[in-house]
């Protein structure tokens, strides 16, 4: 039995047909495509005769020159102006930096179990994986997977749905086997650590990174995953030579088999001048569960496209979110959840602090056929302004045309109340410690879901440092 919503409700996921496609290039993308294919070390694949990753990788290409960068005037970009991104010209280029001071971002939880990816590049020297090449767990990059994984690789990298949206298809355009990170767990098998993967940027100049992680989680198993984006800066520059901003371009995908697990968390904190672009793509089997925790904090401009399709029944997907911004900050979440099949369970609450001058938004997609009977779906975006200048755009959405569902969405906006701050005060605790507990409280019921324990307190440990919101 197959059944799929036709069209597919995940973004540009239909067969293209470069021959209808654009015909007026867009100069920007077109300059990117060029620099990505002439790096040093892109044959690696052709020495290897991967044809198949060689076509994929001319396909995105193709793609990508017919293509335009998203405008306003596009549904899915109309709350988000790239403007400023076409106006930076970004390098491209592959340099190995091992770089100590990354190793204070290294979960204590996950000391023999990390891998370290710099501007793209993964950096084994940096990297703790040698426990992962037995039992039946591959931790690494994907020049080093083992032969019996390399023709099962050809089911899962860039066969998501969603696989040419433009940056997406930049992403795969770009892809070295030395550089894809891979999560590779067999089948029955408890990973007992959480894997812990750092994606840092260097700003040294504007520069675009494109980090690739494909994870494969195979049938009984279980996972905990962390991905952490962030910059390393020279200390030796000066501030204002610090703020050149970089971009970087993350795909990450994965595939939960039947009866597997995984439990997913992702924190992005790039730099407050970078530019960032995320693709989450998942694809879930009969009975596997999913749970995601995105954490949104840096970058000047950041998009987060979250991307879940249930390829058979009874699944379980919980999407957390929680957007903290301030300054003239953009940040924006798109979600799909395709529902395809029956007893599928989702629950999503998305959460947003919004201070200053800065901007949110979310855009939640839930889609229920009519084949996907007894489904279960929950789907909430509280948000929470901080200024009279803050702002939020939200849109959560459900799609149903089964009959037989039980399915709900809603969005609330709100600041914090004089009275609870009253009441704080009340209680000899002052204007000030009040308006943080409150929003402690607030970012508290994401972070606490966390399943690692240390990220759980660097978490609120950074909410509770956070300098005021609430300039206007």
Known sequence: MNIQVSPSPIPNSSTV????????????????????????????????????????????????????????????????????LKQVQFDYHLEKRNLASLQKNILPEASESHLMIVNGVYVPESSSISNFHTGGVFVGNFASLPAEYIEKAKEYLGQSEGAMEVFTALNT???????????????????????????????????????RCLVVVESGSKVTIVEEFTNHRDTERTEEEGKSGYFANAVTEIWISDNASVNHTRVQRDSNEAFHVG???????????????AITLGAKLSRHNLEILQTGEQTQTTLNGLTIISGKQLADTHSAIALNYPHGTSDQLHKCIVGDRAHAVFNGKVFVPKPAQLTNAAQLNRNLLLSSKARVDTKPQLEITADNVKCAHGATVSQLEDDEIFYLQSRGIDENDARKLLINAFAAEIINQIPVPSLREILLNTVNNLKSLTND
Not at 53 to 68: F, I
Not at 279 to 293: D, L, N, P, W
Request: one cysteine or more.
């Open 17 to 84: 047909n470069l021959s209808s496609a654009l015909l007026h290039k867009d100069t920007f993308l077109s300059d990117l495509s060029k620099k990505v294919r002439a790096v040093k070390g892109y044959e690696t694949f052709s020495q290897k005769d991967f044809a198949w990753v060689e076509k994929l990788r001319d396909r995105a290409t193709d793609w990508v020159c017919h293509s335009t960068i998203p405008t306003t005037r596009d549904e899915e970009w109309r709350f988000t102006d790239l403007s400023a």
């Open 173 to 211: 355009a770009g892809m070295i086997d030395v550089d894809i990170a891979v999560v590779w767990v067999s089948k029955n098998v408890v990973v007992e650590t959480p894997i812990h993967l750092v994606y840092a940027t260097t700003d040294d100049n504007p520069v675009i990174s494109q980090p």
């Open 279 to 293: 693709k989450t793509a998942v694809t879930q089997a009969r009975c596997s569960r999913y749970t995601c925790h």
